[in-house]
């Protein structure tokens, strides 16, 4: 899906970056809100980004967002006990 926005010419030329820099810089920060708001998963995260799941590990960490919170926590013990049962 492509996604398009308007930045006006007075604004992208004061950021002093490249078109293609600007579009990485937006589908990175996307994809970390989305991961750190439980939107997607890591996978998801590194397919979006078109790096491997231990590079969006370590940008994620670099952003200091958790890479296990307590929602994985949860759904790996909860799955642990189902299995168990």
């Known amino acids: 899906m492509n996604l398009a926005i308007d930045i006006p010419d007075n ?5 002093n970056q490249s ?3 600007l ?18 998963s890591i996978s998801q995260g590194a ?8 590079s969006f ?7 200091n ?3 296990i919170n307590d929602y994985d926590i949860l ?4 799955n642990a006990k189902n299995i168990l049962k």
């Open 11 to 15: 604004i992208f030329f004061g950021i």
């Open 19 to 21: 078109k293609q820099s």
């Open 23 to 40: 579009v990485e810089l937006l589908k990175e920060k996307l994809a970390l809100e989305l991961y750190s708001s439980h939107q997607i």
């Open 47 to 54: 397919k979006m980004l078109s790096i491997d799941i231990y």
């Open 57 to 63: 590990m370590i940008l994620v960490s670099k952003n």
């Open 65 to 67: 967002i958790a890479i």
């Open 75 to 78: 759904d790996e013990v909860s």
